[in-house]
Nanobody, 122 residues
Framework: QMQLVESGGGLVQSGDSLRLSCVAS????????MAWFRQAPGLEREFVAA????????QYADSVKGRFTASRVNAENTVYLQMNGLKPEDTAVYSC???????????????WGRGTQVTVSA
């Protein structure tokens, strides 16, 4: 059974940066597509970023492109989400997810973390 534990969230001001971490256990992330999703209050969960398992190609939501960078360190079994230029509309619970197979931007992931809160004040 795979477990994903996120950390690094917090309360920041508009324009600040945060780096989220997701530490995996139970399975090696080197064979998994890893992704970040977020959910704001009253809204559906939305795709943020993903890294393909075979090529490490990345894909981003248009709303974060150019500001967020997803990365993975297989030796640490950890994925990161570097978030720069944060905006109030980035406020959400950010969750890490993993799946067997190719990169997807839908919720079709096999494993999910509980998330970490990111709050951006104006």
């Amino acid at each position: 059974q795979m477990q994903l534990v996120e950390s690094g969230g917090g309360l920041v001001q508009s324009g600040d940066s945060l780096r989220l971490s997701c530490v995996a256990s139970g399975l090696r992330i080197s064979t998994l597509t890893m992704a970040w999703f977020r959910q704001a209050p009253g809204l559906e969960r939305e795709f943020v970023a993903a890294i393909a398992w075979a090529t490490s190609d990345t894909q981003y939501a248009d709303s974060v492109k150019g500001r967020f960078t997803a990365s993975r360190v297989n030796a640490e079994n950890t994925v990161y989400l570097q978030m720069n230029g944060l905006k109030p509309e980035d406020t959400a619970v950010y969750s890490c997810a993993a799946r067997h197979g190719p990169l997807q931007i839908t919720n079709d992931y096999d494993y999910w973390g509980r998330g970490t809160q990111v709050t951006v004040s104006a």
